[in-house]
């Protein structure tokens, strides 16, 4: 079974600040996916960033940047710069077969100004 | 290019009723899945179309269907509601399915209220 585990319920930032995200996922899978993906007040989820399983090299989206561990299946999102725009319900999460995501149970950002 | 479109946005049904939400995935995506999001259970996945036909279907009792029509459109039917159906129902779509690796793309939701 796959499960993906998200530590911090809620977290807090300066406006231009780093913040850093923590994701640990557990799988037997070799070959999988995994992304971050925000879900502001408007309830719509969006993508963040997307990382394959296969690659070494961290994924980075301008300042959005992960911290990819598969040894450790560690997963975590750091966000530079914080934006007032950023707060939001953050939710990790794998991918191995199909369109069939399994979700963390997210982390609420609140960027203060 | 229009995005995820799910009708409606809101409703109210009773217990015992059913219900009926759609999904119009992006131009040219032909998979659609569905995911049920509540505080006390998250994000959980419902089922996955492609072509018309169901690839993967998550941990939910049989009350729960779903179908795919010929132009990727998507309806997702939960029949005699009970008040712990009470969710916002997610679709998302994505340019292929079967295959990992794809990034999905979410609708806004349905939020359904069980009275």
């Known amino acids: 079974a796959q499960t993906v585990t998200q530590s911090q319920p809620e977290m807090s930032v300066q406006e231009a600040e780093t913040v850093t995200l923590s994701c640990t996922y557990d799988?037997?899978?070799?070959?999988?996916?995994l992304f971050w993906y925000k879900q502001p007040p408007s309830r719509q989820m969006i993508l963040v960033i997307r990382?394959?399983?296969?690659?070494?090299q961290n994924a980075t989206e301008n300042r959005f940047s992960v911290n990819f561990q598969k040894a450790a299946k560690s997963f975590s999102l750091k966000i530079s710069d914080s934006q007032l725009g950023d707060t939001a319900m953050y939710f990790c999460?794998?991918?191995?077969?199909?369109?069939?995501?399994?979700f963390g149970t997210g982390t609420s950002l609140t960027v203060i100004p | 290019k229009a995005g995820v479109t799910q009708t409606p946005r809101y409703l109210i049904k009773t217990r015992g009723q059913q219900v009926t939400l759609s999904c119009s995935p992006i131009?040219?995506?032909?998979?659609v899945s569905w995911y049920q999001q509540t505080p006390g259970q998250g994000l959980q996945f419902l089922f996955e179309?492609?072509?018309?036909?169901?690839?993967n279907k998550g941990n939910f009792p049989g009350r729960f269907s779903g179908r795919q029509f010929s132009n990727s459109r998507s309806e997702m039917n939960v029949s005699t509601l009970e008040l712990g159906d009470s969710a916002l129902y997610l679709c998302?779509?994505?340019?292929?399915?079967?295959?990992?690796?794809?990034?999905?793309?979410f609708g806004e939701g349905s939020w359904l209220t069980v009275v």
């Open positions: 998302a779509s994505s340019l292929h399915g079967v295959t990992p690796g794809n990034t999905i793309y």
């Open positions: 799988t037997s899978e070799n070959n999988y996916y």
């Open positions: 990382q394959e399983a296969y690659k070494q």
């Open positions: 999460a794998f991918q191995y077969t199909g369109n069939q995501f399994y």
């Open positions: 131009s040219g995506h032909r998979s």
């Open positions: 179309y492609f072509s018309e036909t169901q690839r």
